[in-house]
């Protein structure tokens, strides 16, 4: 290379290098342009009549759409997100377990039945549908009775790896890269043992190598290293402990302090960020408080996810609404606890409801690994899984409704 | 009914599929665009114009692309392009400009940085013809081999070989003359 090339290279490199990353602004919406940005482009423009009635509306669009992309796609925790329905950022895979029986639908999205049957895992591609893989997880003997309510399917932040249980035995789902079932092994039996009696949801690190469930009787919760064995227990007593969510953000965890005993001077409920990374002790030692009120407004609480920047929470609600006929609501709200001020209903959908005090399935089933997309069922009021798109729910596409369902991404 | 769900289904996969690569490339080649602009038309604010057209123009055009794993070719030749024109309407503006006094060091050599020794070399590739200026700056900052410059500026790769030749020749005089 000779001389003059070295000094175009050096130079033409350092005259880039002005412009830096946190100084180039954000795609924009055409609106909101310079007078500059509007000059440029009706001077560059040369798109027939019918085009460029439609250019503004169009652009307006693909920037927006692009805009909710990267900043779901790209930002990290800290930043107020956008809001959840691009397909963009939304995890690669989703994993449903098809439940085999002869059975019946005893409620919306619930199968019971005896086998001889199957529990598989079916791996989709959460974007096209497109069956990636199938696996089985369990044979269901000839006169075992089954009921779905007793299978739960949950997945780490990295969309690799996935818990699934079945009554009596949990097993790990791991994925290779391009979504391919890499292999499903069952918990040993030691940590089989331990999570008996333990509360849905059971949780799955970040990274997929942990597990995190509660012990309703114990009333502690307890971290389990899945290569290892190790267990690390944290105590709850006098309160009932819950854990909800363990978002992308490392070694915390969500929680839901619940004050069934009725201790003195106690909000009913306390959401809290629990530090898992220590060896264990008392979950409120190890803890901080996130959001301790109540709604009262007649909203039952259930289902909270936070958002990668921990300051919102999704919260599904299920409702009665009285009058005339007996329905039943389902609501899932954006909600601020530094605010603590209800923010907006991201998804609201009715159902009449045939027996008092019956609730379809409603709520938000998995956080996707940037917290911003929500899978979320509607069992009894709708299509069932699907993602939350705008202010409704779009069925997740391959997914066949055949009332077994479980899924996770 | 079936029919109609899947007709309607269609354009949503399809603009699912374009928000997603757009946002990808987006992310990845953002600020290497920019940067590619701002060499061309040597102003950050109107490089990132012409990045943002660019995008706008690859996301709806999405479904026409050929071949959509050459998205980034089709970017840097839109961004290009888009230098083209701000600098063909800016040569426009100046020839009609009012010729105002000038002082000394605030013109166009001014705009280099003070502590930047070969700033000279940079702004000298502006007194360029425009097709040796690009196959300069995509050859030597975007470091791209002559095939892929070729098929950025739609030009054969003798075409590129010969022009960056020229263009290096003529660099080389240009400095020469504002030295001696």
Not at chain 1, 190 to 201: E, F, N, Q, R, T
Not at chain 1, 289 to 316: C, H, I, Q, R, W
Not at chain 1, 334 to 350: C, D, I, N, Q, T
Not at chain 2, 139 to 152: C, F, H, I, P, S
Request: glycine share 10%; with cysteine; hydrophobic share 40%.
């Amino acid at each position: 290379m000779t001389d003059i090339e070295e000094r175009l290279r050096h130079d033409l490199k350092k005259r880039a290098e002005r412009a830096r990353p946190g100084s180039i602004r954000p795609l924009r919406v055409p609106s909101a342009s310079r007078r500059s940005r509007a000059r440029y482009r009706l001077a560059s423009a040369r798109r027939s009549r019918a085009a460029r009635a439609l250019a503004p509306a169009a652009a307006m669009v693909a920037v927006i759409a692009i805009i909710a992309g990267v900043w779901m796609a790209g930002q990290p925790g800290g930043e107020r997100p956008a809001a959840a329905g691009s397909s963009a950022g939304i995890p690669k895979y989703y994993v449903t377990l098809k439940t085999a029986l002869r059975g019946k639908n005893p409620a919306p999205g619930v199968l019971a039945g005896v086998g001889p049957g199957r529990v598989t895992a079916v791996v989709r591609d959460s974007l096209t549908g497109a069956f990636l893989g199938s696996v089985l997880i369990e044979r269901v003997p000839r006169g075992k009775s089954l009921s779905t309510r007793a299978t739960w399917i949950t997945a780490a932040a990295n969309d690799r790896v996935f818990a699934i249980g079945v009554p009596g035995d949990v097993y790990i789902l791991r994925l290779r890269s391009d979504g391919q079932v890499a292999g499903v092994s069952p918990l040993p039996a030691a940590v089989s043992k331990a999570m008996s009696g333990s509360l849905y949801p059971v949780l799955l690190s970040p990274a997929g190598t942990e597990l995190a469930f509660t012990n309703v009787t114990e009333r502690q919760l307890l971290v389990v290293t899945l290569a290892t064995g190790a267990v690390r227990s944290w105590k709850a007593r006098p309160y009932f402990v819950n854990a909800v969510q363990w978002p992308d953000t490392g070694n915390k965890i969500l929680i839901v302090l619940n004050n069934l005993n009725g201790q003195p001077g106690q909000p009913p409920a306390q959401f809290r960020l629990l530090d898992v990374g220590g060896t264990g002790g008392h979950v409120l030692a190890d803890s901080r408080l996130v959001y301790s009120s109540p709604f009262k407004d007649g909203y039952n609480l259930s289902e909270p996810v936070m958002t990668p920047n921990g300051d919102l929470l999704f919260l599904a609600h299920s409702v009665y609404t009285r009058g005339g006929v007996q329905t039943t609501a389902c609501r899932v709200v954006e909600f601020s606890p530094g605010a603590r001020r209800l923010l907006r209903v991201l998804y609201k959908a009715h159902a009449p409801s045939k027996a008092v005090g019956y609730f379809p399935p409603c709520g938000v089933v998995s956080v996707g690994p940037t917290g911003l997309n929500l899978l979320i069922e509607d069992f009894g009021y709708g299509t069932g899984f699907g993602r939350l798109d705008g202010s409704r729910i779009t069925a997740l596409p391959g997914w066949a409704n055949d009332a077994s369902p479980q899924a996770a991404w | 009914m079936n029919t109609s769900a899947a007709g309607l289904s269609h354009p949503k996969e399809e603009a699912r599929h374009a928000t997603v690569a757009v946002t990808d490339l987006f992310r990845e080649h953002h600020l290497e665009l920019v940067r590619l602009a701002l060499v061309m038309v040597g102003d950050q604010e109107t490089a990132e114009d012409v990045v943002q057209d660019a995008f706008e123009r690859l996301y709806l055009g999405w479904n026409r692309l050929r071949e959509p794993s050459n998205a980034l070719v089709y970017a840097r030749s839109s961004v290009i392009n888009g230098c083209r024109s701000v600098m063909r309407r800016s040569a426009v503006a100046r020839k009609h400009a009012p010729k105002l006094a000038v002082t000394s060091g605030t013109g166009a050599a001014g705009t280099g940085s003070a502590d930047d020794d070969h700033a000279d070399l940079a702004d000298a590739l502006q007194l360029l013809p425009r097709r040796q200026r690009e196959v300069l700056v995509l050859r030597y900052y975007a470091d791209l081999d002559v095939a892929e410059v070729a098929a950025t500026l739609r030009i054969a790769p003798s075409a590129v070989r010969s022009t960056c030749t020229r263009g290096l020749a003529a660099l080389a005089r240009v400095l020469g003359e504002d030295r001696g």
